[in-house]
Each structure stands twice: as C-alpha cells, then as structure tokens.
T-cell receptor, first 115, second 114 residues
Framework: GNSVTQMEGPVTLSEEAFLTINCTYTATGYPSLFWYVQYPGEGLQLLLKATKADDKGSNKGFEATYRKETTSFHLEKGSVQVSDSAVYFCALSDRIDQAGTALIFGKGTTLSVSS | DTEVTQTPKHLVMGMTNKKSLKCEQH?????MYWYKQKAKKPPELMFVYSYEKLSINESVPSRFSPECPNSSLLNLHLHALQPEDSALYLC?????????????FGNGTRLTVT
C-alpha cells in the first residue's frame, strides 16, 4: 500500500541555520503531498502542499518540491527561527476505498531550534 | 485560530464511564474524520464520514462509536475504554470526499483513561 517515510530526528539547529527534512513516498498513481506542523499541545496545521509532479509548495519561508523521479517531497527552509521548533509530518492523500480518501502520515520529525 | 472546534480540550474518564467527544466545522466541508494520536507518534485514521455517512472504519474497537448528526457536527461516543486508549483525539474536515484537498484539523481532545 501507499506509505510515507521521513527522517525521524530529532533535528537540532541553531537559529538562522538551513533546514532540510527528507520525505520519500511509495504510491500507486500520483497522490497529493503535504507537510503539516504540530506545535506542543495543538492539532496539526497545514504548512504547504503540492498536487502534481514538479509543483513547489511554499509558506512562511518553507518550501518543498514534488519530485516524481525520486518520489520525494523534502522540506527546506533557508533560515530557521526558534519559533519553528515543532514536529513536522509529511503526508500523502491516499484513496482508502471507493468512498473516499484520507491522509497517510510519516512518523514525524521533531525540530528544535536554539538561539 | 482553527476552523474546526473540538470539545472538551481535556477529558479524564474511568473505564466504566460513558463520555462523548464533539467536533464542529462551519466551512461547508462534506468529509469529516477522526484520528487518534499517541505521544510522539503520527495520527492514525479511525473513521471517515462522507456526506454524513460512515464510509471508512479502520477496524476500530466497538467501544468507540462515531456519529454524524448533520454536516457540521461529528461526535465520538466512548464507553468502557481501556487505559491504552489514552491519547489525543483529532477531528478533521475536508471540502470534498474524494480528491486531494488538504485536511483541516482541530486542536484535539486529550483523553486520559484511568
């Protein structure tokens, strides 16, 4: 079945460092891909998305490009801030049955940024 | 601010109690979801409602009983839970039942079963 694999971390960076969190997927067809962020004590917030190959999603300085040839959707940010400390989940939209679709999540990557 | 509202934020219940979790959205979304999230783990799908009908039940034990009274509301009725059911329960909605639009999540109900 469809699945998502992401680096588990934790990732520890200093403020203004460059961030990369790797995500690869296995899927039949061409699912939409998402990055969600979860701050302590909160639900998941959509960070960015891409719906087809070569699409680049971007938001709040974060970017990810849908790479069909490498089945990847790596998350990057040029200069992280302390406020970016959170858990990041890569996800794909998976058709569960005839009735509908749901998100399948990677295991999550904890990012800790220090000043 | 989240557009999906979950109540209560926290719930402590004994193994013989009956309680309900509530979820509400007013975005006109036609698909609604329950996910369960254990500490330091990703969310796991429990149930999916499409147009107020249960479309997906991911082999969840019968002590969890979902209900969708109308297109804006989603409930999760809890009965005879076990301590291992303690987790964050997340509700989400989506504008379409199929397709690839994103899910919008609430902030969750943190459930503790004693």
């Amino acid at each position: 079945g469809n699945s998502v694999t992401q680096m588990e971390g934790p990732v520890t960076l200093s403020e203004e460092a460059f961030l990369t969190i790797n995500c690869t997927y296995t899927a039949t067809g061409y699912p939409s891909l998402f990055w969600y962020v979860q701050y302590p004590g909160e639900g998941l917030q959509l960070l960015l998305k891409a719906t087809k190959a070569d699409d680049k999603g971007s938001n709040k300085g974060f970017e990810a490009t849908y790479r069909k040839e490498t089945t990847s959707f790596h998350l990057e940010k040029g200069s992280v801030q302390v406020s970016d400390s959170a858990v990041y989940f890569c996800a794909l939209s998976d058709r569960i049955d005839q009735a509908g679709t749901a998100l399948i999540f990677g295991k999550g990557t904890t990012l800790s940024v220090s000043s | 601010d989240t557009e999906v509202t979950q109540t209560p934020k926290h719930l402590v219940m004994g193994m013989t109690n009956k309680k309900s979790l509530k979820c509400e959205q007013h975005m006109g979304h036609r698909a609604m979801y329950w996910y369960k999230q254990k500490a330091k783990k990703p969310p796991e799908l429990m149930f999916v409602y499409s147009y107020e009908k249960l479309s997906i039940n991911e082999s969840v034990p019968s002590r969890f009983s979902p209900e969708c009274p109308n297109s804006s509301l989603l409930n999760l009725h809890l009965h005879a839970l076990q301590p291992e059911d303690s987790a964050l329960y997340l509700c989400a909605s989506r504008s379409e039942t199929g397709g690839n639009s994103p899910l919008h999540f609430g902030n969750g109900t943190r459930l503790t079963v004693t």
